[in-house]
């Protein structure tokens, strides 16, 4: 039987992957009020409690809950119970303050590497998805099926380029309006379902031309737009491959050919 064993990173990237430092710059609006607290939180977990178990932990929560959302409206046109809503609504909240306070949790036990960093936004990426069908699934957009893929688009879109541009210019950016803001929209979208039930959102307003579910798309494509020219702003503008650990790493000509294949016979 024969296998294949390919080295897939050289030397010269683990060690460029070992010295990497997580930078990141925020002027978001809701981070800087939340910051006191996070920093509570934090205060409050068992310095013996490892940082990627608070990450995998509030994944878990998070996805559990969006999957009860899903279980009782597949298609995102039945009403599903409002209990259910509510608690998908707590499952995000859990979720983002977890989250929040990993990176501060490996800070404060010393055990912050680029590992860490890479797994806790591997989790983020599976949140996104269940995430945006929440939403989705809370103003009933499953009878317009174009829009609702343009939401699921636009998040997997948005949360790609803000890796990109991180991969670039070797630091993550929040602007004013992010990743938090969008969290608690969706939190508020949610928790407006459950109080009043998701046929609200089929509400006409402006003599019955227009529905308030309309605001939704409308403000992902103007928050989108804002998120998306910050990003390639930066990714054409701020450098190439500092960052190692978001995209692992940047082949060059030079390195490919460091490159060992072994191949063993047995």
Not at 46 to 69: D, E, K, Q, S, V
Request: hydrophobic share 45%; charged share 10%; with cysteine.
């Amino acid at each position: 039987m024969r296998f294949y064993r390919q080295k897939l990173l050289t030397e010269a990237q683990l060690k460029r992957l070992g010295e990497h430092q997580y930078s990141c710059q925020s002027v978001s609006i809701l981070d800087s009020i939340l910051q006191p607290y996070w920093n509570w939180l934090v205060s409050k977990v068992p310095i013996w409690l490892a940082p990627n178990l608070i990450t995998i932990l509030g994944l878990i929560i998070n996805i559990l809950t969006a999957l009860i959302l899903i279980w009782y409206a597949p298609d995102a046109k039945t009403e599903a119970p409002r209990w259910a809503s509510a608690f998908c609504a707590l499952g995000l909240f859990i979720y983002q303050s977890l989250d929040a306070i990993d990176g501060k949790q490996a800070r404060r036990t010393g055990t912050a590497n680029p590992l860490g960093e890479l797994f806790d936004h591997g989790c983020d990426s599976l949140s996104t998805v269940f995430v945006a069908l929440s939403a989705c699934i809370a103003i009933q957009i499953g009878y317009y099926p174009g829009w609702m893929f343009f939401q699921c688009f636009c998040a997997m879109t948005l949360f790609y380029c803000a890796h990109w541009q991180t991969y670039v210019s070797g630091t993550l950016r929040f602007g004013k309006v992010d990743v938090t803001e969008a969290q608690f929209t969706i939190m508020s979208i949610l928790t407006i379902s459950a109080i009043f039930g998701s046929t609200i959102w089929s509400t006409k307003l402006f003599s019955d031309s227009f529905e308030l579910w309309y605001f939704i798309p409308i403000s992902t494509f103007l928050c989108g737009l804002y998120c998306l020219y910050s990003n390639l702003s930066v990714i054409f503008t701020g450098g190439v491959g500092k960052n190692g650990s978001t995209v692992a790493v940047c082949w060059s000509i030079k390195e490919l050919k460091q490159r060992n294949a072994h191949t063993f016979l047995f």
